[in-house]
């Protein structure tokens, strides 16, 4: 028998086994289940070539003008920090539950620009990461990049004091929860910095929970108006009061 024609069985009966692995579902689905090693691996590589690649046919822009990092820092409080923390920010039921994991981006060096600016835009399939891109345009997530360039090296304070100065969640249409004037600060997420305490699992209720996958904006304990809490309760795009909706719309 022929090299050629071994090495052919040998990775036929490779692909059985795989197949036969997967049909008896010998890959755990569950999320509080790790990969095995050779699995994640193999996933890892898929993801951080498919990334690469695509990323080197982004331009990068010049990154660093303090209305840029004003406005990403606004957009990261009220879209991401409940998966990915932020300064001085304890985790939450997100950033715990989700794998794989969220990085604490802000605990990470600066990312490669062009990179965080591809996986912001495109989200990454089978992990929480959405695709902002379907919301916002390449303007505004390239000034949510510029922030991360900058905010590993933040306190809490100085973090917050660029949040409050923000526009918060603002970036020209798109935004399911766009912000209020009545709201000053509502993107600081402020009550985030009490980790997930205010709402923490009362007995199980469902109605605490709700909000845990709003963005921190929706839910704000200290907020200074009852129209803050007006969706309190309610998914993120489920919030119906006729003013916010219209609101939300505007940019269109
Ligand atoms: C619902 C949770 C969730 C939200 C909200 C979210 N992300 Fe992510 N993000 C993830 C997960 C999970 C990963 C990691 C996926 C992985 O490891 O493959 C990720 C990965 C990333 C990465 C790549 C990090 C790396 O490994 O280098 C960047 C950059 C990023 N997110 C930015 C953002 C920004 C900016 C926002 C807000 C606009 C955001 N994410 C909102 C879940 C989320």
Not at 72 to 89: K, R, V
């Amino acid at each position: 028998m022929s090299l050629i024609k071994s090495g052919l069985i040998l990775a036929g009966f490779g692909a059985a086994a795989v197949a036969g692995g997967i049909y008896f579902g010998a890959i755990h689905p569950g999320a509080d289940q790790p990969h095995s090693s050779v699995v994640f691996k193999l996933i890892e590589t898929a993801r951080d070539r498919g990334i690469s690649m695509r990323a080197q046919a982004v331009s990068v822009p010049s990154l660093g003008d303090a209305a840029q990092v004003l406005s990403g820092a606004g957009n990261y409080a009220a879209m991401c920090t409940t998966c990915h923390l932020a300064p001085g920010m304890a985790p939450t039921e997100l950033s715990q539950g989700l794998y794989p994991a969220p990085p604490a981006l802000t605990e990470l060096g600066a990312p490669d620009p062009a990179r965080a600016f591809w996986v912001i835009k495109h989200g990454l399939k089978a992990s929480g990461m959405p695709a902002w891109g379907t919301s916002m345009a390449d303007e505004y997530i390239w000034n949510m990049v510029a922030f991360l360039q900058q905010a590993p090296g933040m306190t809490a304070e100085q973090y917050q004091t660029l949040v409050a100065s923000s526009g918060g969640h603002s970036h020209g249409g798109g935004e399911s929860m766009p912000h209020h004037e009545s709201m000053p600060g509502m993107a600081g997420g402020h009550h985030d910095d009490t980790g997930a305490a205010p709402h923490e699992h009362a007995a199980q209720a469902p109605a605490p929970h709700d909000d845990a996958g709003a963005p921190p904006h929706d839910h704000g304990a200290p907020s200074p108006t009852p129209a803050t809490h007006d969706d309190a309760g309610a998914p993120p795009h489920d919030h119906a009061p006729a003013a916010e909706s219209a609101d939300a719309h505007d940019g269109h």
